[in-house]
């Protein structure tokens, strides 16, 4: 099977043909679960051997100045901001599903694209940054969305190639049906204390109350989204992954699992790790966190308590 993408450089109109392939996949089981084509967590020597995939489309997501120093050659500039918008007096939520359309479809993107969310990992926040931005894509129906290990810093350090040319991609219509199965609202989360199992990926001083946040979600237990990354801002090994989850979530990969954090960045990490690298069947994420529940004093809250 060929199959042709477009891209514009410049003034250029670049149009590339390869024929498609199976792709080496990270974990067996989440690719039995969402039917990947592509590896959830991917090195850069695949995306550096991989930048010609007709199918492949690299979303930077940081700022345009940074951007325009220095980026992955191909790659489309959408600032994490376009991803996630303040709304209803909430920092960081979904744009709306006509606004998510567009921006999809003026990026070139169609359901079955292959998209790698490169982001820069100075930080934990940062590094959260890409599967929030992954977990939108998601959502609004395209499947295969990776993240390249380390983000743009690991590419620089790896001495692999960079561009300070602007790619504007060819639009096309998106039309990706929106999985709301993804997204858990407040009065679900309320509905569901004491029956699902609700992770707090927050702080250990978060979660317990420590610091100038009031504790957590009665009855949820912590996993702190900072635990998944080693110190050059790579994910820890799969193993200590699946370690640290069953330890604390159990191996029943059935069961519903909601996550959460302050405003919804840190919860998309632990989200993606356990539905697209360790298999967990049903996961949702709680986009409003506790930015919005403490904003109703009769939603429970545990403080000085580890569940």
Known sequence: MELT???????????????????????????TVWARDISPIVSTDWLSQNLDNSRLIVFDIRTAAQYKKGHIPGSLNT???VWAVPRNGLTLELPSDE??????GKSGVDPSSLVVVVTRIDTDFSRADATRVAWTIMLAGVKNVALLNGGYNKWVSDHKAISTETVNAIPKTYAGKMDRSLLAEKKYVLGRIGKSILVDARTPEDYFGMTSKPGHIKSAVNMPTPWVFASDGTFIKEGDLRAMASGVLGTNKSKEVIVYCAVGGYASTWWF??????????????????????????APVSTFTWH
């Open 99 to 104: 606004a998510l359309r567009d921006l999809l």
């Open 273 to 298: 790790v356990l539905t697209q690298v360790l298999g967990y069947q049903n996961v949702k994420l709680y986009d409003g966190s506790m930015e919005e529940w403490v904003k109703d004093p009769s």
């Open 79 to 81: 600032p994490l901001s």
């Open 5 to 31: 993408t477009t891209l514009r450089r410049g003034d250029a109109v670049i149009k590339t043909k390869v024929a498609s392939f199976p792709l080496i996949l990270f974990c067996v089981v989440a690719a």
